[in-house]
T-cell receptor, first 117, second 111 residues
């Protein structure tokens, strides 16, 4: 099946710094990528939708200037958490889909655990 | 908001069938039912989806009622590795659109 990777898998950063998370579709081209956040013992919360070559669409309550999304190609999207604070500590997960010319399910990355100290 | 209702948790004996219900009484005609699962600290995994017909693949079967207001995901022979949170999600027009996750069902497969 289609594979999505994320890098890094875990990151610890200091308060006030910025962190970039990469999401790649390894063996397919995805027209759309999605970014989610998940706090402990909670469900996934959609943060934003990004389409290659256009600006991301953010969900209500998600600060677009804090969570910068760049979707440079059909296989790569990045999420940058700017001026990170401890409350930004969370599990960040991306998904990609649909597979161009293929099925319609979304494929998820393994997630990135961000800890802000 | 999620358009589905699922039980918070369920238990199943290893080797037995696991039947996970989902209510989606406000589903519209062009909305699909998707099932994903999330094993602890991993990204969600696609299981199966359907529109109105029952579907089966190598992982599971999906039974959708005739009125489409509810569905059941069936894992025919549950193993310990099937312990996960299972999410039933209603999606407009297929997965080209965003997935809104509800609280899901924590399935615990017991030895």
């Amino acid at each position: 099946g289609a594979v999505v990777s994320q890098h890094p898998s875990r990151v610890i950063c200091k308060s006030g710094t910025s962190v970039k998370i990469e999401c790649r579709s390894l063996d397919f081209q995805a027209t759309t990528m999605f970014w989610y956040r998940q706090f402990p013992k909670q469900s996934l919360m959609l943060m934003a939708t990004s389409n290659e070559g256009s600006k991301a669409t953010y969900e209500q309550g998600v600060e677009k200037d804090k969570f910068l999304i760049n979707h440079a190609s059909l296989t790569l999207s990045t999420l940058t958490v700017t001026s990170a604070h401890p409350e930004d500590s969370s599990f960040y997960i991306c998904s990609a889909g649909p597979v161009r010319g293929g099925s319609y399910e979304q494929y998820f990355g393994p997630g990135t655990r961000l800890t802000v100290t | 908001d999620a358009k589905t209702t699922q039980p918070t948790s369920m238990d199943c004996a290893e080797g037995r069938a696991a039947n996970l219900p989902c209510n989606h009484s406000t589903i519209s005609g062009n909305e699909y039912v998707y099932w994903y699962r999330q094993i602890h600290s991993q990204g969600p995994q696609y299981i199966i989806h359907g529109l109105k017909n029952n579907e089966t693949n190598e992982m599971a079967s999906l039974i959708i009622t005739e009125d489409r207001k509810s569905s059941t995901l069936i894992l025919p022979h549950a193993t310990l590795r099937d312990t996960a949170v299972y999410y039933c999600i209603v999606v407009y027009g297929g997965a080209t659109n965003k997935l809104i996750f509800g609280t899901g069902t924590l399935l615990a497969v017991q030895p």
